[in-house]
């Protein structure tokens, strides 16, 4: 492992970094999963999906780009060891006053030995990554501190999940060029939802890169499913849900869209699982 108060690794000198530094800056990642519905449907099912590939009690697990570590703590509370990287120092200072070991680093350039952890999870890393290069050494990063056979959870934004949604919200008009550019692209310089740069994925693209990287794929899940709509419409329009009914029922469209691989292609979110090395 590595030791949690080495001194931070600077950002790149990119307007990538330079971007993800304002948008974190101003953006509370660190209350995100709990503000909303959608959050908490997607903390829900992130952790479900995870559960069915974690190696068994205690592993060592990455967390690169954990942000906070509100996955990292939900991992060590299942008596794993996990290791966190971010490149926003303050996410890295409430990640350790969780309890945490974290550092600040690049996902592309990690300082671990090769081999150290039993599984790998990029929460976040891929859909800030415009250029295909920097996802793809991301992913063979977290290939290379795997061990041979173990686990790499990518989670990554879906191409179509722009169309959906401000078809949804009644914006597609205004918003035409910018779905334009992120169904053709995958990004879009005149997206006014986020100041950092995000990337989109289509179901196969992303399955191509964890392979590229040496990572057997072994499935891709919708996160949310159809029932991430739900969550987003409920939030949007300040819908009542203190019974919890709005999030029962999305968490199980959720959980139903996931028997079903055609809906993957419905989900705002994605989360591809392989292994190292080819090995099942």
Known sequence: MVNTHSAPLPCSADG????????????????RLEATIRGRLEATRVRELISRYLPPTPCAIADIGGAAGAHAVWMQGLGHTVDLIDPMAHHVEQARRAGVPA?????RDLPWKTGTFDAALLA???????????????????????RPGGVVVAVGLNRHANLIGAALAGQLMQRQRIVHDIEQAGWSTANDRWSAQTYYHTVGELHDELTEAGI???????????????AVVTDRYGLDDEEGHMLRTALLAARMSDHYPELVHTSAGLLAVGRVGGQR
Do not use: C, F, K
């Open 103 to 107: 550092v600040v680093g690049d996902a």
């Open 16 to 31: 990538l970094a330079q971007n993800l530094i304002a948008h974190y800056v101003s953006y509370d990642e660190a209350g």
């Open 124 to 146: 976040g890393p891929l859909y800030h990554l415009i250029d295909p290069h920097n996802r793809h050494m991301a992913l063979r990063e977290a290939a290379r501190v795997t």
């Open 216 to 230: 057997q794929v072994a499935d891709i899940h919708g996160v949310a499913g159809i029932g991430g709509w739900l």
